[in-house]
């Protein structure tokens, strides 16, 4: 069975810093990997996904994340945070050939002017 | 419409009480996927839909929870004899059934709020 963790349920950054949002997956065989953002009462929106080839894969908004398969890990960043990127972010992990998809718990992420 | 829709948007029942929620799915879409979001915590896989059939049913909670699928558009989720701990937004999501990683992108709806008292 697969499962994700997402370290830090809350982040705070201060604008124009480094946004770096933790997750570490366990998978069976290789994994799709995805990441989510939940804005204030709206639905999830796809960031960026994984499947196969290049390991950095960039996304909507300025993020960006890297898999790394020795560290079973697909942490998302952004280089300058900005106000608006303030939401709930969540890590997914697919395995390979199955359609259930395992979310992590969730990081709600603070942008401090 | 362009999106996921699901109705009600919020609902408030007495426990006890049977409740259906609604989910319409992009057209096109023939997979179709529900979750539930329990305050604090990550989405919870309940049931996946492939056209009208739902061949994982793994995360249903309880025999109380059901879910159908028709003409592979709408789905209802049914929970019957609504529990305290059922309280929580439930999510669908849906997907267009392609080969490769466009299968992977699931489009949520905005969640139906479900508050048992």
């Known amino acids: 069975a697969q499962s994700v963790t997402q370290l830090g349920s809350h982040v705070s950054v201060s604008e124009g810093a480094l946004v770096l949002l933790r997750c570490n997956y366990s998978?069976?065989?290789?994994?799709?990997l995805f990441w989510y953002v939940q804005y204030p009462n709206q639905g999830l929106q796809l960031l960026l996904k994984?499947?196969?080839?290049?390991?950095l894969v960039k996304g909507i908004n300025g993020f960006e994340a890297e898999f790394k398969k020795s560290e079973t890990s697909f942490h998302l960043t952004k280089p300058s945070a900005h106000m608006s990127d303030a939401a709930e972010y969540f890590c997914?992990?697919?395995?390979?050939?199955?359609?259930?998809?395992?979310f992590g718990t969730g990081t709600k992420l603070q942008v401090i002017p | 419409g362009a999106g996921v829709s699901q109705s009600p948007s919020n609902k408030v029942t007495e426990k006890g009480k049977d409740v259906e929620l609604r989910c319409d799915p992009i057209s096109g879409h023939t997979a179709l996927y529900w979750y539930r979001q329990r305050l604090g915590q990550g989405l919870e896989f309940l049931i996946y839909?492939?056209?009208?059939?739902?061949?994982?049913k793994s995360g249903l909670p309880s025999d109380r929870f059901s879910a159908e699928r028709t003409g592979e558009s709408v789905s209802t989720l049914t929970i019957q004899r609504t529990q305290q701990e059922d309280s929580a937004v439930y999510l669908c999501a849906s997907a267009i059934d392609l080969s490769g990683g466009r299968r992977d992108t699931q489009y949520f709806g905005p969640g139906t709020r479900l508050t048992v008292l």
């Open positions: 994984y499947t196969t080839g290049a390991t």
């Open positions: 839909f492939q056209g009208n059939s739902a061949p994982d």
């Open positions: 998978s069976s065989v290789p994994p799709y």
């Open positions: 997914a992990v697919r395995p390979g050939g199955y359609q259930k998809v395992t």
